[in-house]
């Protein structure tokens, strides 16, 4: 979902939602009505409208599971015309054909961050067989000559105009591909669903023979690919939808280069230009600005198969957010001493000096770059700097022009010409002390604490505060050097900035603006929260109202019954695309069973029923459901001896001798994915091996299989789960590496390092932990400081549970006292357990009345606390908190405040678990 981000950003200022709300602002058609959504359902027919697309289908016709389909792609300016023929043409041949409902959800679609591969459609027809496709296509691309539209590539392209052809589904339906993620499929013609790829390149299945009066236009596409650049491409360095972006080498001389494409029709943005406009803009500046150090020198421009390249000089080196954080001591040590955080500063204050210049050269020659950002400065090795993509630089003499693109937390749309890279320059500033202060762009007022924070943390230059002050803070002209000028005495409603903080008040006002943001009239969301509840309905227990309910119960923060009413009703009118724990059918169960809904948790789970294929992981495949089902088996803590002590046990739960059987099952095909190393196992066969290894940690990786197998042997007493689990945690440590700051962190080769919850070290102390309360491993209990400093340093992009902050609180909280040691206390679905924060009020004996804890150990973890709520915007006078990215707030569990609530109540010292299937540690 990431490439989808920018799609549901558009309706809503402070939350992501659906492209179809989208009612106006930057970039909005107010006209964009088709002419065809005004026409009156033909006789005969039947038209639905499900998101952005309407269907048209003669009533009683079947609809074939999949087959060629033919896609038109549109311009803006001739979308409604194209449209109407498409109509007419399908209408009076009883074709069925769905369209997008209007221009604006054209734009939406063929933006530059849209998924590239579908990019650009605006209908799509569906003939009934291979004779009927040649005739739409014959007789369509007569009427359609010559009329403009993007390329779609995933499609074949039929002749010059906007026809394009692709096999694929009619209809949705779901399988698990070879990672073991619920993908859209197709049926092979032995009756097995495998999954429908949608990828950004011609690739019909190899069962599909392609039709005759199709090949001479594949010819025509393959000789079109393989016209002979210049250059010899060596690796992409971004893709986008308006194209790649490329290191190569000139082939006759060896020169580095990088070259850019645009795709004619791609790309569009808020001003309607296409990514080709654009690139002669950058054209444009890179001339104007020949011969300054650090500013690309512009080689070459050619067009190859229709598609504009620039060739431009390579600038070696790191993007700036790259080398800020593997030099910010916050980001990479613990414990940084003041000498390194000196000079880390000096190095930071020389580069970002360096910036200005570069910048201040630009200006001089009447440029503005318009893009200014940390994605797009490189520090070169000597860390003298380079700007880089200039797509978006216009003459500063145009008063009027805003740019159509900027990134979120460093443009201005009320700034114009040399002022928008002199405020983006101040967000530069602050950003490389603190990577996360873009979040001012949805709290304009934040900017204050954030640069007192910088200046108590970081020797900065005395001017700087006034200077960012004076270029970001909303409506100001503070030019003192003084951080104290910079309070604002409202934008603290809690006291979060006071000596002393009431962290039961923060805790409320985190539940009261969960509670706040919900929307029940609503059917397809109850909390606002990450992108991924636009693909489930809103239900699940990541992204959705059942993880929300449930840690608003847990924490103490109450049961609404209004709320639940809605999850039993969405559960009841939604059919829930995947079986996963997090993401799917397994957490509601379990959500419904916790809040009592006992009938319809097993109704739910009669109706989808576990599947034979999935991943391993807790996220989205086995562990998780065999967590669930072990869950909903009955009590624990069964007399020793495993399996065969089973028989004569009484069910204490209905259904519940069938859901051990079927968690045992699951264990089973675990164990023996944990022997292989090979989370292949697990899937089920028909598949092709997996191309990526598991993202280690709790949620995707080896741990959440171990945490599962703990759980089976505390359910069984066979310690053959025990065996399994520790060696399965070994498989995600064989990930981890040793920082020079002696973390232990689990590493994405060449990419980045993870110390988060999902992925990362944190879920893996957690489950080593769990183990531990069980049986002693030398590996896992000398692994676990190690595991435990990685999540200690204070500054991480984003706030959340999953891959932020608020989970490396919640494992230090629960873990920093020892809490390896054998003492924990059993499960949290240990009956007696009270999983409420109001089971012990005050937290636990000897903290302060807050329910905070005391002494050193007390100290820094409100120091955690209070980096974890820098994060904190207002939302109607309550506390909120940003989602991925920082792009929007969100109130799920993985992303957003209902996480952050959980991770605060576990540093609340009340013993309670802040996730499933962890033990409780009781009174502390």
């Known amino acids: 979902m990431q490439d989808m981000m920018q799609i549901y950003t558009l309706a809503d200022p402070l939350f992501f939602e659906e492209p179809t709300r989208w009612s106006g602002g930057v970039g909005f058609i107010g006209d964009a009505g088709l002419a065809v959504s005004r026409e009156a359902v033909p006789e005969g027919w039947v038209r639905k409208e499900r998101g952005v ?72 027809i569906y003939p009934r067989d291979e004779e009927e496709l040649r005739a739409v296509l014959t007789d369509l691309s007569a009427e359609l000559e010559g009329e403009p539209g993007p390329y779609i590539l995933s499609d074949l392209r039929w002749g010059a105009g906007p026809l394009f052809v692709r096999y694929g589904g009619f209809i949705e339906m779901t ?26 390149v011609f690739d019909p299945p190899k069962w599909v023979e392609l039709p005759e009066f199709l090949r001479p236009h594949l010819d025509s596409r393959r000789d079109g690919a393989g016209a002979e650049l210049p250059y010899l491409v060596r690796r992409a360095l ?18 580095e280069v990088v070259l850019k494409e645009a795709r004619p029709h791609t790309a569009v943005d808020a001003n309607h230009q296409d990514a080709i406009t654009r690139m002669a803009r950058e054209s444009w500046a890179l001339t104007a600005l020949r011969g300054i150090p650090g500013i690309p020198e512009l080689y070459d421009e050619l067009d190859v198969a229709g598609h504009r390249f620039l060739v431009e000089e390579y600038m070696d080196g790191q993007p700036l957010n790259v080398w800020c954080g593997t030099a910010h001591p916050w980001v990479t040590r613990a414990e940084p001493t003041e000498e390194e955080i000196a000079s880390y500063t ?52 145009d008063a009027d022009w805003r740019p159509g693109l900027s990134a979120t937390g460093f443009g201005s749309r009320n700034k114009s010409g040399t002022d928008r890279d002199l405020h983006a320059l101040a967000a530069v500033r602050l950003a490389m002390f603190l990577p996360y202060s873009k979040i001012t762009a949805l709290q304009p007022d934040k900017v204050h604490g954030f640069v007192r924070m910088m200046c108590d943390g970081f ?57 706040g943001s919900a929307t029940p009239e609503r059917e397809d969301r109850l909390f606002p929260g990450d992108v991924h509840q636009f693909l489930s309905g809103g239900l699940g227990f990541a992204h959705g109202a059942a993880g929300v309910l449930w840690a608003l119960d847990v924490t103490g923060h109450g049961r609404h019954p209004e709320h639940e009413r809605w999850l039993i009703d969405a559960v009841g009118r939604t059919v829930p695309r995947r079986p996963g724990f997090y993401d799917g059918t397994a957490g509601l169960v379990y959500v419904l069973d916790h809040l009592g809904y006992r009938d319809e948790a097993a109704e739910l789970l009669d109706r989808h ?65 944990v022997r292989r190393g090979d989370p292949g196992t697990a899937r089920g066969p028909g598949l092709p091996a997996p191309t990526r290894p598991v993202e280690p940690g709790l949620m995707r990786g080896w741990c959440g299989v171990a945490l599962f197998l703990i759980r089976m042997f505390e359910r069984t007493g066979d310690p053959g789960h025990l065996d399994h689990a520790a060696l399965a945690v070994g498989l995600d440590l064989d990930r981890c590496v040793t920082t020079a700051d002696g973390g232990l962190v689990a590493e994405e080769a060449g990419v980045r390092t993870m110390p988060y919850l999902d992925v990362g070290s944190a879920g893996i102390a957690l489950v080593a932990d769990e183990f531990l309360a069980h049986r002693e491993d030398d590996r896992l209990r000398t692994s676990l400081p190690g595991l435990l400093r990685a999540c200690r340093t204070r500054v991480a992009l984003q706030s959340d549970l999953f891959r932020g902050t608020a989970g490396q609180v919640a494992v230090l909280s629960r873990l920093a006292d020892g809490s390896a040691d054998g003492s924990a206390n059993g499960s949290a679905d240990a009956p007696g357990n009270d999983t409420g924060e109001n089971a012990h009020p005050g937290g636990s004996p000897g903290s302060p009345p807050d329910g905070s804890r005391s002494g050193p150990e007390g100290e820094a973890l409100d120091r955690r606390l209070r980096d974890l709520c820098r994060h904190a915007v207002s939302f109607r006078g309550h506390l909120a908190f940003p989602g991925t990215n920082g792009f929007r707030l969100s109130m799920d569990l993985a992303t957003g405040g209902a996480g952050v609530l959980l991770a605060m109540s576990q540093a609340a010292g009340t013993g309670t678990p802040f996730l499933p299937f962890f033990s409780s540690r009781g009174e502390r």
């Open 609 to 673: 029923p576990v599947p034979d294929r999935a991943n391993i992981s807790m996220f989205s495949g086995f562990a998780g459901i065999g967590a669930a089902l072990a869950h909903l088996s009955g009590e624990r803590g069964l007399a020793p001896g495993g399996r065969d002590h089973l028989a004569g046990e009484r069910d204490r739960a209905p259904g519940g001798r069938d859901h051990l059987t079927a968690a045992l099952a699951i264990a089973d095909r675990l164990a023996d994915a």
């Open 346 to 397: 000096r190095r930071a204050v020389r580069v970002a000096d360096r910036i200005e210049a570069l910048i201040g050269a630009v200006h001089e020659r009447g440029v503005v770059f318009g893009d200014l950002h940390l994605g797009n400065v490189i520090v070169r090795p000597d860390e003298s700097v380079a700007l880089v993509d200039f797509e978006l630089a216009f003459d500063a003499t």
């Open 53 to 124: 697309w309407v269907s048209l289908r003669p009533a009683g016709q079947a609809t074939a599971e999949q087959g060629w389909k033919v896609h038109l792609s549109a311009t803006l300016d001739n979308a409604d015309r194209l449209c109407s023929a498409a109509w007419d043409y399908c209408v009076g041949r009883g074709i069925p054909f769905k369209h997008l409902r209007d221009r604006n959800m054209l734009l939406v679609f063929n933006a530059k961050y849209s998924p590239r591969g579908s990019s650009g459609k605006l209908v799509t």
């Open 175 to 200: 399988c698990v591909d070879e990672h073991g993620e619920t993908v859209f499929a197709i049926r092979h013609p032995d009756g097995t669903l495998l999954p429908d790829r949608r990828r950004p």
């Open 459 to 515: 020797p900065v230059p005395q001017d700087w505060a006034g200077t960012i002050l004076s270029h970001l803070a909303p409506g100001s002209s503070v030019s003192t050097a003084s951080p104290a000028g910079t309070r604002r005495p409202d934008e603290d409603p809690v006291g979060l900035d006071e000596p002393v903080v009431d962290w039961g008040a923060v805790r409320a006002s985190l539940a009261k603006g969960i509670l």
């Open 238 to 255: 971004h893709f986008s939808n308006a194209g790649g972006v490329y290191l190569a080498t000139r082939r006759t001389d060896g020169r």
